[in-house]
């Protein structure tokens, strides 16, 4: 059983940046493929960033191409999503999922889930 903790959500003006965290244990980390996804109220679920379990492969969503990184500590049990030039339309509670899946942007394919961090991006 994999546990995963997101922190590093918060408050940003349009433009702004932040970095959230997720850390896993409970499981080997390394074996993993790591995703984030988002869900804003009232809207469904949706992928933001996916990576392989060694780190050589991402996949993002057109959304946040370009403004968003992901990468994995895979000595840290860590995975990151470094999210740039923020905006409003960015807003919504954001969850790492850990699996074994090469579709790494189809929430369906992964096991573990954390509980969430809040993101606000104010205009």
């Known amino acids: 059983q994999v546990q995963l903790v997101e922190s590093g959500g918060g408050l940003v003006q349009t433009g702004g940046s932040l970095r959230l965290s997720c850390a896993a244990s409970?499981?080997?980390?390394?074996?993993?493929?790591m995703g984030w996804f988002r869900q804003a109220p009232g809207k469904e679920r949706e992928p933001v960033a996916g990576?392989?379990?060694?780190?050589?492969?991402?996949d993002y969503a057109d959304s946040v191409r370009g403004r968003f990184t992901i990468s994995k500590n895979n000595t840290k049990n860590t995975v990151y999503l470094q999210m740039n030039s923020l905006k409003p339309e960015d807003t919504a509670v954001y969850y790492c999922?850990?699996?074994?899946?090469?579709?790494?942007?189809?929430?369906?394919?992964?096991?573990?889930w954390g509980q969430g961090t809040q993101v606000t991006v104010s205009s």
């Open positions: 999922a850990a699996g074994s899946t090469r579709q790494r942007l189809m929430s369906a394919r992964y096991y573990y």
């Open positions: 990576i392989s379990w060694s780190g050589d492969t991402t």
């Open positions: 409970g499981g080997t980390f390394s074996l993993y493929t």
